[in-house]
Nanobody
Framework: QVQLVESGGGLVQAGGSLRLSCAASGGTFSTYPMGWFRQAPGKEREFVAA????????YYSVSVKGRFTISRDNAKNTVYLQMNSLKPEDAAVYYC?????????????WGQGTQVTVSS
């Protein structure tokens, strides 16, 4: 069983930056592809970014590509999401997630989320 704990959310002005962290425990972190998702009030949860086990392959949604960067440090059992040029529409609860293999569509483990608020 993998436990995921996000941190780093907060209030930021439009155009600003935040770095989210997600610390993993209870499993072999380096074997899990990881992802970040977000959910705004009244909206469905949406994919933001994903990273392969070793960190060499990354994926982004169109809405964040070029502004957000996902990375991981397997020695620290942590995945990060660097968010730059934030927009009000980026405001949401951000969740990190882990899945057992690259071929899986669904993620198996989820964190509790961290709130990101962007003021205009």
């Amino acid at each position: 069983q993998v436990q995921l704990v996000e941190s780093g959310g907060g209030l930021v002005q439009a155009g600003g930056s935040l770095r989210l962290s997600c610390a993993a425990s209870g499993g072999t972190f380096s074997t899990y592809p990881m992802g970040w998702f977000r959910q705004a009030p009244g909206k469905e949860r949406e994919f933001v970014a994903a990273i392969s086990r070793g960190g060499g392959v990354t994926y982004y949604s169109v809405s964040v590509k070029g502004r957000f960067t996902i990375s991981r440090d397997n020695a620290k059992n942590t995945v990060y999401l660097q968010m730059n040029s934030l927009k009000p529409e980026d405001a949401a609860v951000y969740y990190c997630a882990a899945k057992g293999s690259d071929s899986q569509r669904e993620y198996d483990y989820w964190g509790q989320g961290t709130q990101v608020t962007v003021s205009s």
